[in-house]
């Protein structure tokens, strides 16, 4: 199929499996977990392969978080000199004018700073809170930033889980954003490599025969959601 997904993984390492059973589609979720924290030197491919066995057509979805810890994309705050722009950011909104400047380095444009929440469009083109920097899951004073280049990282996992296995998969990078005018986060695509991350319906028929022209369904986000779950 057009999005890949036929014998599929996940991992937060987390894995998803579609396969079929008497005559019916079973989807399934199987995390992968981690003993040890993550670091420059951790090998995610033996990580995974000590923990669980992978088929060809299978999807492994990644945090960011991890990802963004194995590439050294975590910084000390001691180290940061935040700016004048940043200082005066932090002192209106209550924050670390160090976080600040970490906000604004990864940032081409500030969209809009209301309430506390600063939402920005990244180097990369996401728009979303912060820069996609965070604070958690690190010890104090640290925080990651986004990968340098999400789809790079996750083509390397994927060269990588090849040679190793001869398997052929698909990987994902998965961060959480917020939604506009909705309460609560969900996971969504950050990186991509081996998949088609929308499934286009248009010009298709509907079931009743009349052709779609909007539809486009944002496959690789949808299995984000599910790994995170």
């Given at each position: ?69 194995n590439e050294?994309?975590m910084l ?96 994902i990078i ?56």
């Amino acid at each position: 199929p057009k999005t890949g997904i036929t014998n599929t993984r996940i991992a937060n390492l987390n894995v998803l499996t579609v396969r079929i059973k008497k005559n019916r589609m079973v989807l399934e979720i199987i995390p992968i977990k981690i003993q040890r924290e993550i670091g420059i030197d951790t090998n995610f491919v033996d990580l995974i392969l000590e923990s669980s066995e992978i088929n060809d057509g299978d999807i492994l979805v990644f945090s960011q978080k991890i990802v963004s810890k194995n590439e050294g994309r975590m910084l000390s705050l001691s180290s940061v000199n935040p700016s004048l722009l940043a200082n005066g950011i932090a002192s209106s909104y209550g924050k670390d004018p160090r976080l600040i400047e970490l906000i604004l380095s990864e940032s081409e444009r500030i969209v809009r700073m209301e309430n506390g929440i600063i939402i920005v469009k990244t180097k990369h083109g996401f728009v979303c809170a912060n820069a996609g920097i965070d604070e958690s899951n690190v010890q104090d004073g640290y925080a990651t930033l986004l990968p340098d280049d999400p789809d790079k990282s996750a083509n390397l996992l994927k060269d990588r889980i090849k040679q190793k296995t001869g398997k052929h998969t698909a990987v994902i990078i998965s961060d959480t954003f917020g939604r506009p005018f909705r309460l609560g986060q969900t996971d969504v695509a950050i990186g991509i490599a081996g998949l088609e991350p929308i499934l286009d319906y248009n010009g298709k028929p509907d079931t009743f025969g009349k052709i779609m022209q909007v539809t486009a369904i944002a496959v690789a986000d949808e299995i984000c959601s599910a790994s995170e779950l």
